[in-house]
């Protein structure tokens, strides 16, 4: 049987792979500037990581995050019916997104102590989630996210947010192609009871919402905000708004929020049903979508006060985002602008017959280690075969390597555009090719 791909995964090659590449190169460009280092954490990590911070109710925790067990510790599992037997350090799982593990990391390495200076990190990295697999939603995903640990001012989620716009401006997105939504979920000061107004909402309504929904009004009645029902969402429209119940003190942050975005000339919608999808988020929460690339939303985030004590540290407000890589390859395609990456100025030498390969094999040497992308035929083609090669490859020019030629010290070049060919002294190969 020929081996095969886990459904729901992808194989990351040529141009895709080098957008990947570059679109980090733009993050760390973009974030450096604004002081983030980047940060890498385990894909692995203790099941409790998770479940205390994104939260037990979340469809993420309930139904798609991938548990993983060690050969003796699954047939244990399988014995017991449970794994209730088994230490916190034996349950673990993979990573489902990446703050969390950040917050972990913050919290086990003392990274913010009271009264230090704020940690400010970001990371690109493989994400796992048991989802259905569908056009922009993987089981293996690729996110670069940013994490601001420590810093409570409006200021820092107004300049998380703008980061992520100039990010996408970066990328190749215009200002029209996105639409970011912004929302205030409130805090544990005015939350809990905006919580049982839409639970309340919810079972006056019970006998038209769907069961899960009936089901998430007594463990996350936000949820049904987001739920893909669409009589659901008909009924979920006449439901309390969070901006409507905010205490003083969050109707005042989300103030500043909007007016940071407003002085910064970012546009933005004002979505009151806004809920995100982890439990971990405070205040400030926001979406960036690009209407009709059909992949959902790009990337979001938002403020996550409470994380860094559920994790076991202090409490320590915090903001942050994640953006998803795979959706915003995708988008920039269905708005025909296709993330291209260039190899770069390619050079391939190319040889009359075998007695130039160790001569070849010299130059191709000299040249990368001056910096250059070359390539050269290793499977013996004729010289006719090897320009096809050349052609394929994309390369700007080929070095000709002839026994003529090379006698007088000379190296035949050829423009791949123009076709035109030219003598260069061998001795000076650098220095003419850098003329280029």
């Not at 990581?49 to 037990?56: A, K, Y």
Request: contains cysteine.
């Amino acid at each position: 049987m020929q081996a095969q791909k886990a459904e729901g995964t992808k194989d990351l090659m040529g141009n895709e792979m080098r957008a990947w590449m570059r679109m980090q190169e733009i993050a760390g460009t973009i974030f450096s500037r604004a002081g983030f280092e980047r940060i890498e954490t385990p894909a692995l990590e203790q099941l409790d990581v998770f479940v205390h911070g994104i939260g037990q109710s979340t469809d993420v925790v309930r139904k798609e995050m991938f548990r993983v067990f060690s050969g003796a510790n699954f047939e244990r599992v399988l014995e017991m019916g449970s794994d209730t037997a088994l230490k916190a350090k034996q349950r673990l799982a993979l990573r489902p997104e990446g703050t969390a593990g950040v917050v972990r990391s913050i919290v086990e390495n003392h990274l913010v102590p009271q009264g230090a200076a704020p940690f400010k990190g970001y990371y690109a990295e493989a994400m796992f989630r048991g989802e259905r697999p569908q056009k922009g939603r993987l089981r293996q995903f690729h996110q670069i996210g940013l994490e601001w640990i420590g810093a409570s001012d409006a200021a820092a989620d107004a300049e998380c947010i703008m980061m992520l716009i100039d990010f996408y401006q970066a990328v190749g997105f215009g200002a029209s192609d996105m639409r970011l939504l912004i929302n205030s979920m409130g805090d544990p000061a005015c939350r809990p009871a905006y919580r049982e107004l839409v639970r309340s909402f919810i079972l006056e309504h019970k006998d038209e919402m769907c069961d899960e929904c009936l089901e998430r009004a007594e463990i996350n009645p936000l949820r049904a905000f987001d739920c893909k029902n669409e009589h659901c969402q008909l009924v979920m429209k006449d439901a309390p708004l969070a901006p409507e119940h905010l205490c003083a003190d969050c109707d005042e942050h989300y103030a500043q929020v909007k007016a940071y975005l407003d002085r910064a000339g970012i546009s933005y919608v004002e979505d009151p049903t806004l809920v995100r999808g982890l439990d971990y988020y405070t205040r400030t929460v926001f979406e960036v979508e690009v209407p009709g690339a059909g992949v959902g939303s790009i990337g979001g985030g938002g403020r996550y006060d409470g994380l860094v004590e559920l994790e076991g540290g202090k409490h320590t407000p915090s903001v942050g985002f994640a953006l998803g890589f795979e959706r915003v390859y995708l988008a920039l395609e269905a708005l025909g602008k296709p993330f291209m990456v260039d190899k770069g100025t390619g050079i391939f030498v190319a040889t009359t017959g075998p007695d130039m390969r160790l001569e070849a094999f010299s130059i191709c040497r000299k040249l990368r280690q001056a910096g250059w992308y070359v390539e050269a035929d290793y499977q013996q083609r004729s010289l006719k075969s090897q320009f096809k090669l050349a052609d394929k490859l994309g390369v700007s020019h080929i070095l000709v390597l002839g026994a003529n030629e090379l006698a007088e010290g000379c190296i035949k070049l050829r423009d791949m555009q123009t076709h035109e060919e030219t003598l260069i002294k061998r001795d000076s190969l650098l220095e003419e090719l850098a003329a280029l």
